[in-house]
């Protein structure tokens, strides 16, 4: 592979083709924009009773089809540390805003690192919802609260469900069974992924007809 050729498999890889052309006063735009969306979001997050609902699934995987994966990443992580100060909760959880740019970052490589053709959109998409749900949902988001749960003491509603179910002690598999199902985060990961199987291919068929 010639250095030209890795040159601009990176760039595609790294950076959105959407802002490639733009000026810096545009791509700079895009991104304050993008970032500005994903605060938005963190903060009007909802938490009802024993759920969260939230689009920030969504909202970062479409900041990183738009802004690529490195901006993505960016805006998502930011998004997340920026609608905490606006919206704190408790105190603020690094891997939470590290899942968040994560989202944008495997989005941003799949959609702008291969070759669009006929279905590739679908394709993307299975496989952003699929990489997204065990590296961000499962392995950093899950991993994260399972050892903070464990550094305070796990509630007994946990070890009551793990107890019933599987017997003896909460492992993280347990843990992640326990989060995705009884708190409902496996719902609001289907939610998100269908809204994206929506948008994504409507936002697409509108920037062909602009051309």
Not at 84 to 93: D, E, L, Q, V
Not at 105 to 116: E, R, T, V, Y
Not at 125 to 153: M, P, Q, R
Request: positive net charge; charged residues 15%.
């Amino acid at each position: 592979m010639s250095e030209n050729t890795k040159k601009k498999f990176w760039k595609h890889v790294l950076f959105s083709k959407a802002l490639e052309g733009k000026s810096r006063s545009q791509q700079i735009a895009y991104i304050g924009v993008m970032t500005a969306f994903n605060i938005i979001i963190n903060v009007a997050e909802s938490k009802l009773p024993d759920n969260q609902f939230s689009l920030t699934i969504s909202v970062a995987v479409l900041t990183g089809i738009i802004l690529g994966a490195l901006f993505g990443f960016t805006a998502g992580f930011l998004g997340d540390f920026i609608g905490f100060i606006f919206n704190p909760r408790s105190f603020y959880m690094p891997w939470v805003g590290l899942s968040t740019g994560m989202f944008a970052f495997i989005s941003g490589l799949i959609f702008n690192g291969f070759p669009s053709r006929k279905w590739s959109i679908w394709i993307k998409l299975v496989l952003v919802s699929f990489t997204t749900l065990v590296v961000c949902t499962i392995g950093i988001n899950s991993t994260g609260f399972y050892f903070y749960n464990k550094a305070i003491g796990f509630s007994t509603a946990l070890v009551e469900y793990i107890s019933e179910r599987f017997g003896g002690g909460v492992s993280f598999w347990g843990y992640v069974i326990y989060r995705l199902f009884f708190k409902g985060q496996i719902w609001n990961s289907v939610f998100n992924y269908a809204l994206l199987f929506i948008t994504v291919p409507t936002l697409s068929r509108i920037k062909i007809a602009k051309k």
